[in-house]
């Protein structure tokens, strides 16, 4: 049974940083793409960043340069690193995984995943 399970919310600083974290469990090698995707009050889900099992990554235009997504597969583990936080960026944050992709897969759509963490909570003021 897979498990995703997310912690490092929080509230912060307009500029600040926070560092997101997802233990994965339950899967039966580390072949699974990630995701981290978020999901303010009144908006649809949105991905953010994503990871393949390689380490290949993908980022929402409105995130690069700013948030840095990364996987240990031996700890199962993926991070979100936010910095330069904004008042946008507040929203719940979600773990995502997938396994079987195909390589042309929309990685940042949240459709494409199956399995999803509970959530964390980012507050940003201003």
């Known amino acids: 049974q897979v498990q995703l399970v997310e912690s490092g919310g929080g509230s912060g600083q307009s500029g600040g940083s926070l560092r997101l974290s997802c233990a994965a469990s339950?899967?039966?090698?580390?072949?699974?793409?990630m995701a981290w995707c978020r999901q303010a009050p009144g908006k649809e889900r949105e991905g953010v960043a994503a990871?393949?099992?390689?380490?290949?990554?993908n980022y929402a235009d409105s995130v690069p340069g700013r948030f840095t997504i990364s996987r240990d597969n031996t700890k199962e583990t993926l991070w979100l690193q936010m910095n330069s936080l904004k008042p946008d960026d507040t929203a719940m944050y979600y773990c995502?995984?997938?396994?079987?992709?195909?390589?042309?897969?929309?990685?940042?759509?949240?459709?494409?995943?199956?399995?999803w963490g509970q959530g964390t909570q980012v507050t940003v003021s201003s």
């Open positions: 995502a995984a997938a396994t079987g992709l195909a390589w042309w897969a929309p990685v940042l759509l949240p459709a494409t995943y199956k399995y």
């Open positions: 339950g899967f039966t090698n580390s072949n699974y793409a």
């Open positions: 990871i393949a099992s390689g380490g290949r990554t």
